[in-house]
């Protein structure tokens, strides 16, 4: 009898699943396709993400039969616009002691987590008063244990790297500048070799970085620097210059053409 208790013991050890043996947080996968991330512990509660077979989460806990889950990339989060401020498209910080995040941007959503004051996150958009954010630290969903099974027991981080806010910024800056250069140029017509081509009727301007620029339908297209002998002798007239973009001044609104050659346009 008491060798039979041993072998009930020993068969009862060796089938304990996985998870019962690991320490959260650990990895684990979904096993099937399309598995539910909840807001809450029982189906009737929203889903916030959809997790295909065998895609990766970060299990942080398990309450009664379900997992409580870092949010995967894409989940629904969304915080009022009001008690956040923008430091770029990006980055948002947050202005409240603590900051509700919601399944869905309504305040009747269920509740996913919280933010801290201070805390910073990833924008994925702006929608109206509201504000749909990256998975954050603290901010988490469910996943009935019948849906996962256990992968690694080498933990991954619970925390979610923190936005590098001056590297955001500067990144910002490059995409701002870029907008703005495509703006000043948006009218030359490029050529071969780096040259650019500008039309239209060219006019002498009070100041500014060159004193000929050249108008299509009152739009301004280019400023030109070359010799004022050549340009003034076509000043009033419809022309074709070709050249080289010399620059883009801050504060003027199309670029300067450095004078290759220019014509009358037919």
């Not at 870092?70 to 948002?92: H, Q, R, S």
């Not at 910073?120 to 099974?149: H, R």
């Amino acid at each position: 009898m008491r060798g039979f208790c041993l072998l009930v013991i020993t068969l009862f050890v060796l089938t304990e699943p996985a998870f019962a043996q690991a320490r959260f947080p650990y990895t684990a996968e979904a096993v099937s396709d399309r598995v539910n991330v909840r807001a809450g512990q029982n189906n009737n509660f929203e889903s916030v993400a959809v997790l295909s077979k065998g895609t990766l989460v970060t299990v942080l806990d398990k309450k009664f039969k379900w997992y409580k889950v870092a949010l995967p990339a894409g989940a629904k989060a969304y915080v009022k616009g009001g008690y956040v401020k923008l430091l770029t498209p990006e980055i948002g910080e947050v202005l409240v002691d603590r900051l509700n995040v919601r399944s869905a941007p309504n305040t009747e959503a269920t509740t996913v987590g919280q933010l801290k004051q201070g805390q910073k996150f990833f924008v994925q958009k702006v929608d109206g008063e509201w504000v749909w954010i990256k998975p954050a630290t603290g901010v988490y969903g469910w996943v009935n244990e019948a849906l996962l099974s256990f992968k690694s027991d080498v933990p991954r981080a619970e925390a979610v790297p923190e936005p590098d806010v001056a590297a955001a910024v500067k990144a910002a800056e490059v995409r701002a500048g870029e907008a703005r250069l495509a703006q000043k140029t948006a009218l030359l017509k490029k050529l071969d070799d780096g040259l650019v081509e500008c039309a239209g009727q060219l006019r002498k301007t009070e100041g500014g970085s060159a004193g000929y620029k050249i108008y299509r339908e009152e739009t301004p297209v280019c400023f030109v620097d070359g010799p004022q002998a050549v340009l003034e002798g076509f000043t009033g007239r419809v022309v074709r210059v070709q050249g080289r973009i010399k620059n883009v001044p801050a504060d003027a609104d199309v670029a300067v053409v450095s004078l290759l050659k220019i014509s009358l346009a037919l």
